[in-house]
């Protein structure tokens, strides 16, 4: 299974800033996946982070809020621009593979004030 | 898209008891079913998982089964200890790419 990290592992921020959430992997995935979830809630799929092109975003979320970058086949960013109090939660990154199984990053615990 | 349902959304058993989780999905197509146990505080982590080609799999005291049919899997555990506490979360795929999650189950084992 890959080992993930993510950096930072928590962070407080200003409404009207931005933070980019970084995601290694430990070894070269297909997929990587970024996933919000609020306390005591389920886990909500932002976007699939693809190497090479576009991420593909779900309903409700779009790029100019939750830009993504995936420079390489072990590495992806998420970015929060322009947080509100909304935006407190839990990001979470993931990586697959061709077999569909997925593995969790440790979280970023992010508090816009 | 994939609807994923998960019941109960509560569960307490005794310890050395059985706990049972059970998830219905809508896709047909729907052919991987992963399940997650997320401890407070951490990350999910992998537990188990079932192909849409397999009825059941074992791995020591947990086991899934799979009800192609009926569309709907399970989670058993059995012989509950305290570390099993945790949310348990059911998820289903038909590409990989896109994981359709259950709300969770918050499971407590009462020493």
């Known amino acids: 299974s890959a080992v993930i990290s993510q950096k930072p592992s928590r962070d407080i921020c200003q409404r009207g800033t931005s933070l980019t959430i970084q995601c290694q992997v430990d070894?070269?995935?297909?997929?990587m996946f970024w996933y919000r979830q609020q306390p005591g809630q389920s886990l909500t799929l932002i976007a699939t982070?693809?190497?090479?092109?576009?991420?593909?975003?779900e309903s409700g979320f779009v790029i100019d809020k939750f830009p993504i970058s995936r420079p390489n086949l072990t590495f992806s960013t998420l970015t929060v621009s322009n947080m509100s109090p909304e935006d407190s939660s839990i990001y979470l990154c993931?990586?697959?593979?061709?077999?569909?199984?997925?593995?969790f990053g440790p979280g970023t615990r992010l508090t816009v004030t | 898209g994939e609807n994923v349902e998960q019941h109960p959304s509560t569960l307490s058993v005794q310890e050395g008891d059985s706990a049972v989780i059970k998830c219905t999905y809508s896709?047909?197509?729907?052919?991987?079913f992963p399940w997650y146990k997320q401890e407070l505080g951490k990350r999910p982590q992998l537990i188990i998982d079932?192909?849409?080609?397999?009825g059941e799999k074992k791995d020591q005291r947990i086991a899934v089964t799979l009800n192609k049919t009926a569309k709907h899997f399970s989670l058993h555990i059995t012989e509950t200890q305290p570390e099993d506490s945790a949310v348990y979360f059911c998820?289903?795929?038909?590409?990989?790419?896109?994981?359709?999650f259950g709300t969770g189950t918050s499971l407590t084992v009462i020493p």
């Open positions: 993931s990586a697959g593979d061709s077999s569909y199984e997925q593995y």
């Open positions: 070894s070269q995935v297909t997929m």
């Open positions: 982070a693809n190497q090479g092109s576009e991420a593909t975003y």
């Open positions: 896709d047909s197509a729907s052919n991987y």
């Open positions: 079932i192909r849409s080609n397999v």
């Open positions: 998820a289903a795929t038909n590409t990989g790419n896109q994981f359709y």
